[in-house]
């Protein structure tokens, strides 16, 4: 049953810090009847240019990472603003917030206070509603078909998030033969596990990354590749069937601007568009990869396109820099014929109804959405809801290792004790079901 309203009485806002110890923003809105919907905010290490602003205090506290103004932002202007406002209207709150920030990416009271405050009414309208998180999050989005997401997890890490070890920045395990989500939690689970195992047989490290996966420092993305294989194998899994791949290049990080090539560090290589998009041709045709994120620079459209036209058919090729949840840039992708998936973060976005729109618009354009978290998480467990509400089909928030990765795939534990939500299996992966069907 929806209540009628429920008015802000309070927005207080505080700095705490992330998975990485860096000061981030957690947000606690009030209502007069005196519920209480909390949220904070993730942060991303590899970053595109056109996200959302993330407003840090500079200066010597904290490197520079402090939060104190977007904080002040929160228990200042914009509590003045919305006290006594319905949380039940989103929609009219992220206005609100949006026009009074007055610039286009939130640059003036800073995205991170401004989706810190957005995340936390939403929660606040749910419990006033007494339903959870997911249920009403799916009432704002439209009532779309939620199900529970297939998972992408991070087994082996590079770039931003391990030292550059490896120039590419994630190699993940998508279970595809899981009928469950707690199925598909076990097997990435002895992945990973048969993952240390192997790297430590081949006495390589097996140190944690950023996001809880393992960091083998490996001189070519091919041995990474072969080394996921062997992991599946070790854990039983047949590769191509039970378990495929996943990539995320983070293209972003390779670009030298100035030579106008992607910087290969690790493997002492540089190559221009063409070279990469053959490099991850072959990626495909070598092994069982069925998704690619940011293959190619955020400013690289004409490579997107050509890529696109190679491999469009065959796999998943997501934007995540290339489209920083930005609606505009979505759908200049969608008009250019420039990749098939997004990335879904809500801190690129700015707001909940912001993002949610760009995952209507995926959806419209039959882009596949991955739902995913920062490199730097909290606790918070938002995004599981809002995959799950959304009906997204994936959902991409690192390794099985370290509480703030956890509290995600747990929180997606919990929404399925519900029973009657469906598993998204590989719905989300159209290729790779008629690739699953000619076999
Ligand atoms: C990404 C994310 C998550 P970051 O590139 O997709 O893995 O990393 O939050 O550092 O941008
Ligand atoms: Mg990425």
Redesign the pocket.
């Known amino acids: 049953m929806t209540v009628a309203s429920a008015a802000v009485g309070s927005v207080h806002a505080r700095q705490i810090f992330d998975s990485r110890g860096r000061p981030t923003i957690e947000v606690d809105v009030t209502t007069t009847s005196g519920v209480v919907g909390r949220a904070s905010v993730?942060s991303?290490?590899?970053?595109g240019t056109h996200e959302a602003w993330e407003l840090r205090d500079g200066g010597d506290a904290y490197a520079g990472l402090g939060v104190s103004n977007a904080v002040a932002n929160v228990n200042g202007e914009i509590a003045s603003a919305l006290r006594g406002f319905d949380v039940l209207d989103q929609r009219g709150v992220d206005t609100v917030l949006v026009a009074l920030d007055g610039t286009q990416n939130l640059r003036r009271l800073g995205a991170n206070a401004v989706l810190g405050v957005s995340l936390a009414v939403s929660r606040a309208a749910a419990q006033s509603n007494d339903v959870p998180l997911y249920q009403w999050l799916g009432e704002l989005g439209g009532g779309t078909n939620p199900s529970l997401p297939m998972p992408m997890v991070?087994i082996l890490s590079g770039g931003?998030?391990a030292g550059r070890g490896m120039d590419v920045?994630?190699f993940l395990a998508v279970p595809a033969s899981a009928t469950t989500i707690d199925e598909a939690l076990t097997m990435v689970g002895l992945i990973r596990s048969a993952a240390a195992q192997v790297m430590a047989e081949r006495g390589l490290t097996t140190l944690l990354a950023d996001?809880g996966g393992l960091s083998p420092g490996l001189d070519s993305s091919e041995a990474a590749l072969e080394l996921m294989v062997a992991s599946f194998e070790r854990a039983g899994l047949s590769p191509g069937v039970d378990a495929v791949i996943a990539i995320?290049v983070?293209a972003h990080s390779l670009w030298d601007q100035q030579r106008g090539e992607y910087n290969l560090a690790r493997e002492g290589r540089r190559l221009g568009t063409p070279e990469m998009i053959e490099m991850v041709c072959s990626w495909v045709d070598d092994f069982p990869v069925v998704s690619i994120?940011?293959a190619l620079d955020e400013e690289d459209w004409e490579g997107w396109k050509s890529l696109t036209a190679r491999l469009g058919d065959r796999i998943n090729l997501i934007g995540?820099d290339f489209f920083t949840t930005n609606p505009i840039r979505l759908q200049r992708g969608v008009d250019e014929l420039a990749a098939n998936g997004v990335?879904v973060k809500v801190n690129q976005n700015g707001t909940l109804t912001g993002t949610l729109d760009v995952v209507a618009a995926a959806r419209a354009a039959q882009y596949v959405p991955v739902v995913?978290?920062?490199?730097?998480e909290t606790e918070d467990s938002f995004i599981s809801d809002l995959a799950v509400a959304t009906g997204a089909g994936q959902i991409?928030v690192?390794s099985v290792r370290c509480s703030d990765r956890l509290s995600k795939y747990n929180q997606l534990v919990r929404i399925a004790e519900n029973g009657s939500l469906p598993f998204a299996r590989m719905d989300a992966y159209p290729r790779f079901a008629s690739v699953r069907a000619s076999a």
Do not use: V
Request: hydrophobic content about 20%.
């Open positions: 993730p991303g290490a590899s970053t991070n931003l998030h920045q994630d996001e995320d983070a994120e940011d995540d990335l995913s978290a920062r490199s730097g991409k690192g």
